[in-house]
């Protein structure tokens, strides 16, 4: 089987593949093209998003500098999407974002790893899975998201988290390694931040 058959089965395969050196380096162009951009060149940066990502929808903020080992290349982002500063994706694998998502800064959505025997990385050993986070999740500053993880529609994730495992929707989870804390209810339509009372409604 191929490197590249190996990367698609998400086996173990080699990151440093001649064959993924290369084409990753056209999409890195273009990303180091994006951080390059004056922040009210919007036009631009819209225009290098959708160069950029395998899918982009609309009205998508992506505040630099963005980090990303293929460049986007691999990256599906819906609709109304905001990500803060320094936001890092490691798209080895990809990533599906659904729409109206908010990012803090300094998030990490990591789909690869190397593997704990010492002998696989010293022959450039990795592997890679997918990550998908649906419509309407908030992941506070910090957070770093793993391999292979699934987070529910209108979920929160509290900084600094780190999530190794899937997370439901309608939660508010958080913590090393991430859980649930409670469901997002009727306490959310009364305060907006601890006793802060909810004075708004749209």
Known sequence: ???????????????????????????????????QLRPGNKAEQQKLL????????SDCY???????????????????IYCNSNMTLIDDAE???????MFGPNVVLATAGHPILPILR??????????????NVWIGANVQILPNVSIGANSVIGA?????RNIPSNVVAFGSPCTIVRKIGKHDKKYFFKNKLLDVWQ
């Open 1 to 35: 089987m191929i490197n590249s058959e190996r990367k698609e089965k998400h086996l173990l395969y080699h990151y440093d593949d001649s064959t993924f050196l290369n084409e990753q380096s056209k999409y890195e162009d273009l990303l180091y093209d994006y951080n």
């Open 50 to 57: 959708k160069k950029m990502f395998a899918e982009i929808g």
């Open 62 to 80: 992506i505040k630099a500098p963005l980090h990303a080992a293929w460049g986007g290349h691999n990256v599906h982002f819906g609709s109304r």
């Open 95 to 101: 990533i599906f974002v659904g729409n109206d998502c």
């Open 122 to 135: 010293n022959h450039n050993y990795v592997y890679s899975f997918p990550i998908r986070i649906e419509e």
């Open 160 to 164: 600094g988290s780190v999530v190794t």
